[in-house]
T-cell receptor, first 118, second 110 residues
């Protein structure tokens, strides 16, 4: 029972290039969350998705960032025209559902994708 | 908006000493979760508290949820070097996302 799989684990991009980060949720999980973590800082919420739907993107920068979770395949966080300030660890997490039942909203995190922008 | 405040930001203790981190919210929480992130690692779920005044224990870790459901604490008794890491509390927002506190980074000197 594979956990949350993220790739690539490490990604180096030059300023102006595009970064695409992929996340496959745990089997049976239909909710995906993306968080960004700068060095020595906390987890900043970016976006929350279900299959083919964006539920909450209140943490996404207005420009250059987009996320999707298609019917088939992994969730993708896309950063266009990267800048040095985008260098961070990007964590994906998944959960089975949301609701009142215990464990419904517990997140399982992937190992993260560490983006370095030169 | 919703926000959980977590203190302290950093804590250095001697191995064997106790450690506590606190989480406070301006709003009543439906539940609160705690996660641990080891250096260089990813957050790992520890526990979820749902009921007012709830207390849960995991070996040397004790988790409490305030009576008013506006605060929570994590207490570690007799810290060990394996306890090193950052401890985050998290609350669930109206839309279902989890909002994390700033975290408390624990360093343990052997």
């Amino acid at each position: 029972n594979a956990g949350v799989m993220q790739n690539p684990r490490h990604l180096v991009r030059r300023r102006g290039q595009e970064a695409r980060l992929r996340c496959s949720p745990m089997k049976g999980h239909s909710h995906v969350y993306w968080y960004r973590q700068l060095p020595e800082e906390g987890l900043k919420f970016m976006v929350y998705l279900q299959k083919e739907n964006i539920i909450d993107e209140s943490g996404m920068p207005k420009e250059r960032f987009s996320a999707e979770f298609p019917k088939e395949g992994p969730s993708i966080l896309r950063i266009q025209q990267v800048v040095r300030g985008d260098s961070a660890a990007y964590f994906c997490a998944s959960s089975p559902q949301i609701g009142r039942t215990s464990g419904a909203n517990v997140l399982t995190f992937g190992a993260g994708s560490r983006l370095t922008v030169l | 908006g919703q926000q959980v405040m977590q203190i302290p930001q950093y804590q250095h203790v001697q191995e064997g000493e106790d450690f506590t981190t606190y989480c406070n919210s301006s709003t009543t929480l439906s539940n609160i979760q705690w996660y641990k992130q080891r250096p260089g690692g990813h957050p790992v779920f520890l526990i979820q508290l749902v009921k007012s005044g709830e207390v849960k224990k995991q070996k040397r870790l004790t988790f409490q949820f305030g009576e008013a459901k506006k605060n929570s604490s994590l207490h570690i008794t007799a810290t060990q070097t394996t306890d090193v890491g950052t401890y985050f509390c998290a609350e669930r927002s109206n839309t279902g996302k989890l909002i994390f506190g700033q975290g408390t980074t624990l360093q343990v000197k052997p």
